[in-house]
Structure formats: C-alpha cells, structure tokens
C-alpha cells in the first residue's frame, strides 16, 4: 500500500530564517506530488506540483520553492521567512495521470 | 478558468436531521472529488465520482454527480456529532484540481 509521510508536524520559525519541509511518499512510482497551503479557517491554495523528477510548477509567486531531487521526494524551501508564511502545509500524492490527491498529516508554520 | 462554488460555506445543525452541501462548478468536467478536514487535521479522501450520474454512499453520507448541471451533492443523513468536520468538494480540470472554499459543518447533541 502507498504511504505518505511528511515533516514535521509542527514548527516555529522566526522571521527572515530559513525554511526546509520535506516529504517522500512509499508504495509507488513516478507519482504527481503537490504542495499546498492552508491559512487558518480558509481553503486550499496549490503552492506547487510536479510530475517527474526536476520538474516543479509554480502556481502562486512568492518566496518559497519547491525540488524534487528523488522520484518521491518533495521539498518546500525557503530562503527568509515571512510572517505571512504562516499557515498549514500539506503535502499531496496522486497517480501518474490522475488527480485523487491523497495527503500527508500536515506541517503547521508559525513565523513569529 | 474554473472555478468551483460551495453553499452553505458554514452549517449548524442539530443531530438527527438531514441536509446537503452543494458544490458547482464553472466548466465541464467529469471528475469530482469529496474531503473531509477535521479540526487542525488533514484532508482525507470520502468519494470518487467519475461519471454523470455517480452515486456513492458511505454510513450517513452520500455524494452524487450531474456533469450536464455541473453540479454535486454531498447529503448527509440523520447527523451525528461525529461528522462534524469541513467538507471540500474539488474538480478536475485538465489534470489539475479546482477546490472548493470548503463547507464547515456543526452538528450539535
């Protein structure tokens, strides 16, 4: 069975630091991987994706990035926090060619 | 552009009663999704609906899909305080999904 894992669950970071979130999905090859961001009471925001090793999509400009240097290893970065990247972070899965997400438990970012 | 619409954004109900979520969207497609978020938790998947007409049903909750209305229906039957949580509806649009703001639910004793 696939599995996701994503850490960590919780993190407080004071502005200007840097950022590293990582996540690696097991139990299949060549996924979609997807970051997203959660502010608080509201919906999704699809940060980046990607679709092969190298290859990342950005959806929303801002100061974070996203690699993919393994087939099923997604990372978030950051140079300088903002207070404004607060929020929930959720890193997603989905088959090669489809769209049904499947979601890792979550980073919660504090910038204080 | 797609863009998808979920009413009511907020519901307080009280247990036993029935009600829906509805979800619209803008364009066509003809795969839909349904989450549920629980407090401070991650989403996880409830329903696939991949064709005019899906039906899918799970305890007290069942979704359906109307490609040709474009619109789906997450109703929920008899509530009980357990699936109090956020629903989001998302569509698939070119291989990418479109969410919905989400739906808050309440459903008090």
């Known amino acids: 069975s696939q599995t996701i894992h994503q850490w960590p669950a919780t993190l407080v970071q004071p502005v200007g630091s840097p950022l590293s979130l990582e996540c690696t999905v097991e139990g299949t090859s060549n996924p979609n991987l997807y970051w997203y961001r959660q502010a608080a009471g509201r919906g999704l925001q699809l940060l980046f994706y990607?679709?092969?090793?190298?290859?990342i999509s950005s959806e929303v400009p801002q100061n974070l990035s996203a690699s993919r240097p393994q087939d099923r290893q997604f990372i978030l970065s950051s140079k300088k926090l903002l207070l404004s990247d607060s929020g929930f972070y959720l890193c997603?899965?989905?088959?090669?060619?489809?769209?049904?997400?499947?979601f890792g438990q979550g980073t919660r970012l504090t910038v204080v | 552009e797609l863009k998808v619409e979920q009413n009511p954004l907020f519901l307080s109900m009280q247990e036993g009663k029935n009600y829906t979520i509805y979800c619209n969207y803008s364009t066509t497609s003809d795969r839909l999704y349904w989450y549920r978020q629980d407090p401070g938790k991650s989403l996880e998947s409830l329903f696939v609906?991949?064709?005019n007409g899906a039906v899918k049903q799970e305890g007290r909750l069942m979704a359906s899909l109307d490609t040709k209305a474009r619109l789906s229906t997450l109703h929920i039957t008899a509530a009980v305080h357990d699936l109090s949580a956020t629903y989001f509806c998302?569509?698939?649009?070119?291989?990418?999904?479109?969410w919905g703001a989400g739906t808050k639910l309440i459903i008090k004793p």
């Open positions: 990607s679709v092969g090793i190298g290859q």
């Open positions: 609906l991949l064709s």
């Open positions: 997603a899965w989905s088959y090669s060619g489809g769209t049904e997400a499947f």
């Open positions: 998302a569509v698939d649009s070119n291989y990418q999904l479109i």
